[in-house]
């Protein structure tokens, strides 16, 4: 096994920082994640929101309802626990810009009109996580220390 590119993965000089973004982004992300995957929360779960997808021209919707549910349920609670951090930041960064451009853009900025700017402040956690890592509280930081 290459532990070399796993220890560069796992890396971060965030220190507690991480955990800021980390945990109420996780919150978020997999709650939104488990009202279209399980129809938790108010959700419509796989069936509905996969219907409402293709409503709006994103075919196949259950597959994409599938596989935006799963980013943001997995990549929250990869979020959460601080596992492999850098790659869910990556997978949930690419869903927001999807849901950014192909649901909020037309609506404007503001929340109060179903506009973007809720997606954008998920998206520039992401893309922050992405960059900086997990940080010293994580299982990322525990793994890496002991592959040293």
């Known amino acids: 096994m290459n532990t070399s590119f796993i220890k ?26 488990a009202q279209k995957l399980f129809a938790w929360f108010g959700g419509y779960g796989l069936e509905g929101t996969g219907q409402w997808m293709e409503s709006i021209g994103l075919t196949p919707g259950y597959e994409l309802t599938l596989l935006a549910g799963s980013a943001e349920f997995f990549g929250g609670i990869a979020l959460l626990v601080g596992l492999m951090v850098r790659p869910a930041a990556l997978l949930l960064s690419i869903t927001m810009i999807v849901a950014i451009f192909s649901v909020h853009i037309a609506n404007g900025l503001f929340m109060s009109n179903n506009g973007y700017e809720f997606g954008l402040a998920l998206l520039a956690i992401s893309v922050s996580l992405m960059f900086s890592g997990a940080g010293k509280l994580s299982l990322d930081n525990i793994l890496k220390q002991r592959l040293a």
Not at 8 to 23: Q, V
């Open 8 to 33: 560069k993965l796992m890396t971060s000089n965030a220190g507690f920082s991480a955990l800021a973004l980390r945990i109420p982004a996780a919150i978020i992300f997999i709650a939104h994640g």
